[in-house]
């Protein structure tokens, strides 16, 4: 099966710039997740999502970040305006039904260094 | 609130021994911890599961075992390689079925 499929890879921009992350999770997959890895720490959540339906977005900067899932397939996670502390890998992850036990299946992340 | 503690220093072994990862919660025992592997540049790769009312579950060279008197998950890799290098993670299921990773403990495997 094809796996969580991330893009763009890496992003360089400048404080008080705008940009866009793309993620397409495995076919099937209900639930999908965003989080932020900085150097040296292990993955935050910042949203999860069931189908097009927010289930969790309680550590999710909404003054400066946004996501959405159309379709309840394909997710796109949003900075407006980034901060320097925004430096970090944004990972995405789906899982088959979100149920407590499912392993989660992450993409390989962007990586976006704000300057 | 509950947290989820791995070494943060990094573990170096020598290639054939075992390895094994530490990992403590603080506080309810979760229903599930997960143990996923992550090599640089990649997202993590899921690894293992185990339930609050398992003591131990294994896969391969790998083995997990999860201790509600102790707070603990250990995480052993037996006959290490240096393909085993990486760093991994140990991760609680909380409210909300919400998982929440440890900071990751980086292992080396030396020939």
């Known amino acids: 099966e094809a796996g969580v499929a991330q893009s763009p890879r890496y992003k360089i921009i400048e404080k008080r710039q705008s940009v866009a992350f793309w993620c397409n999770p495995i076919s099937g997959h209900a639930t999908l997740y965003w989080y932020q890895q900085i150097l040296g720490q292990g993955p935050k959540l910042l949203i999860q999502?069931?189908?097009?339906?927010?289930?969790?977005d309680s550590q999710l900067p909404k003054d400066r970040f946004s996501a959405e899932r159309l379709k309840g397939v394909d997710s796109t996670l949003k900075i407006q305006p980034a901060k320097l502390e925004d430096s970090a890998v944004y990972l995405c992850?789906?899982?088959?039904?979100?149920?407590?036990?499912?392993?989660?299946?992450f993409g390989n992340g962007t990586r976006l260094t704000v300057t | 609130s509950q947290k989820i503690e791995q070494n943060s220093e990094a573990l170096n072994i020598q290639e054939g021994k075992t390895a094994t990862l530490t990992c403590n919660y603080t506080n309810y025992s979760p229903a599930y911890l997960q143990w996923y592997r992550q090599d640089p540049g990649r997202g993590p790769v899921f690894l293992l599961l185990i339930r609050e009312n398992e003591k131990e579950k294994r896969k391969e060279r790998l083995k997990v075992t999860f201790d509600t008197t102790l707070k603990q998950s250990l995480f052993h890799i037996t006959a290490s390689q240096p393909a085993d290098s990486a760093t991994y993670l140990c991760a609680y299921t909380g409210g909300g079925n919400k998982l929440t990773f440890g900071t990751g403990t980086q292992l080396k495997v030396e020939l």
């Open positions: 999502f069931q189908n097009n339906g927010v289930v969790d």
């Open positions: 992850a789906s899982s088959f039904n979100g149920d407590s036990g499912s392993p989660l299946h």
